[in-house]
């Protein structure tokens, strides 16, 4: 239950493509002069099934997320743009759901990478790495901010990350604004480990007001060329200040995403939508749609490299639905 087989998946994305192509879902006199990305690669969705027998350890009960959510209903969402291959960052803390989410890619093509949730410096981390990671769609771990901090002081730790680079593998860093700091740290001690830090460091959105030490830690980390920055949970930044209305204008998260691009740039930018999470601030096809708006006047280069090209440095995926 909710897979699809490639027959299905190539008929729903080419579906989608004559959308986008056509000019669907833009306004009259935009469809001659809005520029969009040749492909779009989502690198942050959840799958999950609250009806298996064990359940799920997140979300909780009586959350607005608390559903059977299957790459079959990323398939069929409405977006602003064809949106044909995810990399899917797994929230559980539970070793067997990487498992679980490599059984669901057997059979939806949609999957094309999987960040797996391990624990490095715990005994049996590199039992796991190697018995997940020989499944090729197996591009790294996501490790939040205080288990970085906490493990940082410990050797076994740190070399547990170098085990990470060795393999050609990635991590995703998550947690406060000060997660962007934990990204300089390990860049500094595994320098040839891609590092990736989800929703820009999540930090508040409001339109002018930029936290200072946030941009700080933005330009700390300019020179360092392995350090990706995820542009995703933008809307999610937005609704702290405003739940019931969250801003659609591009022009509100313009000063945010600014700083993003003068010192990261658009090489290292990669575009998340962290759905159906993001739903709870606003729907897909808004939230993509204000990237689209953000990087008009970038051209269409910059458009491809945050929307696709970027990813595939960052998770080192090899093949895209369809080609």
Do not use: C
């Not at 393999?167 to 860093?173: H, K, M, R, V």
């Not at 300019?222 to 609704?239: C, M, P």
């Amino acid at each position: 239950m909710g897979q699809i087989n490639r027959r299905t998946f190539l008929k729903t994305a080419s579906a989608g493509v004559m959308a986008a192509q056509t000019g669907a879902g833009l306004s009259a006199d935009s469809k001659s002069r809005v520029l969009l990305p040749t492909k779009v690669v989502d690198t942050h969705t959840h799958f999950y099934d609250p009806t298996r027998p064990e359940g799920v350890p997140w979300p909780p009960k009586g959350s607005s997320l608390y559903r059977r959510v299957l790459p079959k209903d990323f398939v069929e969402l409405k977006k602003y743009q064809p949106v044909n291959a995810t990399v899917v960052v797994e929230a559980s803390k539970w070793v067997e759901d990487n498992q679980w989410i490599l059984d669901q890619a057997k059979e939806n093509p949609v999957i094309i990478g999987f960040v797996g949730r391990l624990t490095p410096g715990e005994e049996d981390f590199r039992k796991h790495l190697k018995r997940f990671s020989k499944n090729p769609l197996y591009k790294g771990i996501r490790v939040l901010h205080n288990v970085i901090q906490a493990g940082l002081p410990n050797q076994r730790f740190v070399d547990d990350l170098k085990m990470l680079a060795d393999a050609g593998l990635e991590i995703d860093l998550n947690g406060p604004p000060a997660t962007l700091e934990s990204a300089q740290q390990v860049a500094k001690l595994v320098p040839d480990l891609r590092i990736v830090v989800d929703h820009i460091g999540n930090t508040a959105v409001n339109g002018d007001e930029i936290d200072p030490q946030w941009k700080r830690s933005m330009e700390a980390l300019s020179d360092q060329r392995q350090v990706f920055i995820k542009i995703s949970a933008l809307v999610e930044g937005a609704s702290r200040k405003n739940p019931k209305k969250v801003p659609d204008d591009v022009s509100y998260y313009r000063p945010t995403l600014d700083v993003i691009w003068k010192n990261i740039g658009v090489d290292r930018m990669v575009f998340g939508s962290n759905w159906p999470v993001s739903e709870r601030a606003a729907d897909y096809v808004t939230l993509q749609k204000i990237l689209v708006e953000y990087l008009q006047d970038k051209g269409q280069s910059a458009l491809d490299k945050v929307f696709w090209k970027n990813s595939k440095l960052a998770y080192r995926w090899d093949r895209y639905p369809g080609e």
